[in-house]
């Protein structure tokens, strides 16, 4: 066991392409890149076909926030 060592999932997503969609939409998200997040999502919706379609794309969320950030957002911001 590492210091980097997480639990890993090993079920690979039913559908890649709507993971890295979903990843996608994560890094938006902690970006504040609220016009990418209505792009993907509009995207997500009108792909997303079945229930495992969705899984995969909250696989693709969770596995990008499952990465701590490497800065605190707090950071040079005056008190």
């Keep these: 066991m590492g210091i980097f060592s997480r639990k890993s999932n090993n079920t690979a997503p039913a559908n890649p392409q709507m993971a890295e969609l979903g990843r996608e939409y994560a890094i938006a ?12 999502a509009e995207e997500f919706q009108s792909r997303a076909r079945t229930d495992a379609d969705r899984a995969s794309f909250q696989q693709g969320r969770e596995s990008y926030d499952s990465i701590p950030p490497a800065y605190s957002k707090r950071r040079n911001r005056r008190r």
Excluded at 29 to 40: E, L, S, T
């Design 29 to 40: 998200k902690r970006h504040g890149d609220r016009k990418a997040m209505g792009r993907i």
